[in-house]
DNA sequence: CTAAACGCTCACATTGATGTCAGGGGCAAG
DNA sequence: CTTGCCCCTGACATCAATGTGAGCGTTTAG
């Protein structure tokens, strides 16, 4: 298939396409006349990296950790090893952020439905103090 | 106390307390000279501003759901209410995503090893079609 | 009083993924 | 051949948070 289709069928604009190409996320075979070309493990590597880059990850990153143009080496694969722990615990701290931030959240949202609940006009004075 | 104290204190840059201030997200009484000055609660509300960016959200939500400039009101709490709850559902599914991201990195992970402990140089030939 | 350390505003720079536009070619159907 | 739709490259624009630096006032310690 060719780039419009992948970028349907993933969802991912041309362009972000082009540019994971760019920064040797994705590799793809080109027709004699330059067009890309795809197949079913372009559509799933695809969606891989989406979901990382969704994640948070750096495109450089991504491209670390996935021997995707380069020979495939044992010095290459200790290296991403390496990387990919790395990531594995940001991930994970990431996680942590998110469900101390969604905690604070859920007292902000009981203070304010206890204001809401009260009939007088009272200062909810939210400063973060009540977490 | 002022801007230098609270940055050190909190660990976010003079210049990111400012433009705290300038997207609403933080208010400081100011001396007649015009610095600015904090109290302890400003440092809880620093961090709580910390917490949600780092999970993601932008200043001007956290600025919405935030009364910390305009009068507090039903009409207000309200609006603020229903940002909270998006935002709340918005949190989950980034952690879920996240999740996700992590575990196809368990496989990667995985394989690697599997590559590494491996005497032949063999492809590990990543596609992201073993997830 | 002076100097160091701090604060103020304004404004331009950076980063990363993506949008968008321009100018030009590729390919199938009528 | 022309029409229409797809593709190519290249370049500039965007957003959001933050860095950086200039130019200038303030507070504090000696």
Known sequence: MRIGELSTRTGVSRRSL???EDQGLLVSSRS???QRHYDEDHVRRVRLIQ???AAGMSSSTIA???PCMAEPSRHRARR???IMNRERARLSSAMDGIAAARSALDH???DNQK???KDTDDEPGWTGAEG
Request: glycine share 4%; aromatic share 20%.
């Open 32 to 34: 004699p006349s330059g």
């Open 108 to 110: 902000l949202i009981e």
């Open 18 to 20: 082009r540019y994971y």
């Open 51 to 53: 979901a990382f880059l």
């Open 64 to 66: 670390e950790m996935a």
């Open 80 to 82: 991403a090893l390496t």
């Open 115 to 117: 204001y809401l609940a």
